[in-house]
């Protein structure tokens, strides 16, 4: 195609044509929600003063939780900041708010209308802010797994572990089976509760662990001492899980071939990158890192143990962080007597963490003072009665 004779007009953009961020409406994407009412431009000069002045007039009314993978300018209005547990714990620790926005993802919103009263109005600002890893695992992805296990024998020696970062529909089903939800600061309590629940984590009892294959595995052979034998994958598009009968039997962990689009990211190349960049670096990694990354860190744990990691950490000492990287720019912000690098060399934000921005929060709370709830995330009663079993399984963990 000759440049010079086919010059595009940029003006009238074809129904098809990629919408720029923010920009055009494509109801059939991720980035069609619509709000009511219009959302405020990010370029307003006034929109902190709108957010300071919506958040004091709802008051006592509303609860504003922040995940540690939140923007800085939505950080700045949340009540309390978390990781998933701690958020949840929260949010069902609030029954006085009428109102709980949820600066997070879909699916800690749907945990946080289950866990409060049905009286109570959770409100995710932008409904577009899923997540990559939970979308692994569909409901009857999961349902016909189970008859997987089922028809090999093994169903009734095999207890669900469900990560908190799951639908909660899969919640529902991990309590209708018997099984405990668990996040990455408590997935090795809920790991030896499930094996428990089978004859112990010596006996030949199986977890059945979604849909973060890392987490599993890494939880499995570094804190309860199992082999990477002992793990397999399950693929919920491979007819039988892509596993034999045989393999089924003689597996304690089945793990679901899930991970996060994040954390996935991070390689042991980095690791040994950053060793040779930074002598005497000390690597820590999240839990949903991939195992050889885990193996080559110094330290792993959950957004919370990060954070602990590094207020207890001396003066002068020098760090790599394997996370998302709003969490590690305040993290490096927070400590400058000591040296932060972050451990990809590329950018690696949470694209639906980021969805919810000042705008999109703004929006919700001027919504909610004229009288108008937007974005109400409600869990249906049947699965949200599951889903609390499992989740209240979790929250009676010992230790948590
Ligand atoms: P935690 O908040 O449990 O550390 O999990 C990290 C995460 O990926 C949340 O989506
Ligand atoms: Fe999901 Fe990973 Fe983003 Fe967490 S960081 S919301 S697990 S994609």
């Known amino acids: 195609m000759s440049l010079a004779t086919s010059a595009p007009s940029f003006a009238e953009p074809a129904p098809s044509a990629l919408l720029l961020l923010g920009r055009g409406v494509d109801l059939a994407s991720e980035r069609g929600v619509e709000c009511v009412g219009g959302l405020p431009a990010a370029s307003d000069p006034d929109l902190v003063e709108r957010a300071r002045v919506a958040r004091a007039a709802l008051g006592d009314r509303a609860f504003v939780l922040g995940h540690h993978y939140q923007r800085d300018e939505v950080i700045a209005f949340a ?77 009734e020696q095999t207890v669900p572990v469900t990560y908190m970062n799951s639908t909660a529909a899969i919640k529902a089903f991990t309590g209708r089976h018997g099984g405990t939800i668990c996040t990455s600061s408590n997935a090795h309590v809920a790991l030896r509760w499930a094996f428990d629940q089978v004859g112990g984590v010596e006996g030949t009892g199986k977890v059945l662990f979604m849909p973060d294959q890392h987490l599993g595995r890494n939880t499995a052979v570094l804190e309860l001492g199992l082999s990477l034998d002992d ?17 089924l039997e003689a597996a304690r962990m089945i793990l679901w071939r899930g991970h996060c689009s994040v954390h996935g990211r991070f390689s042991a190349r980095n690791v040994s990158d950053i060793r040779a960049a930074a002598p005497g670096v000390t690597v820590l990694v999240h839990p949903e890192c991939k195992h050889e990354v885990v193996t080559a860190a110094d330290m792993v744990g959950s957004t919370e143990y990060i954070i602990k990691a590094l207020d207890a ?81 979790m929250l009676a963990l010992p230790g948590y």
Request: glycine content about 6%; some cysteine.
């Open 79 to 155: 009540d309390v900041t978390g990781d998933s547990f701690k958020l949840a714990r929260e949010a069902a620790a609030r029954p006085e708010a009428e109102f709980v926005i949820f600066c997070g993802v879909h699916f800690m919103a749907e945990s946080a209308d289950i866990l409060t009263s049905d009286t109570q109005q959770v409100v995710l600002p932008d409904l577009a802010a899923g997540c990559s890893m939970a979308d692994m695992a569909a409901i009857d992805q999961v349902e016909d797994a189970w008859d997987v296990l089922v028809d090999a024998g093994v169903a």
């Open 231 to 247: 793990c397999v994958v399950f693929d919920p598009r491979k007819p039988g899980g892509g596993l034999t009968k045989a393999e």
């Open 313 to 393: 950490a001396p003066a002068g000492s020098t760090w790599a962080i394997g996370t998302e990287l709003n969490l590690v720019r305040r993290l490096a912000a927070a400590h400058p007597d000591k040296q932060i690098h972050y451990l990809d060399s590329t950018v690696c934000f949470c694209s639906t963490m980021n969805r919810i921005d000042l705008p999109h929060l703004v929006w919700a709370m001027e919504q909610l003072l004229a009288g108008q709830t937007v974005n109400r995330i409600v869990v249906d009663e049947d699965d949200a009665h599951w889903a609390r079993v499992a989740l209240d399984q």
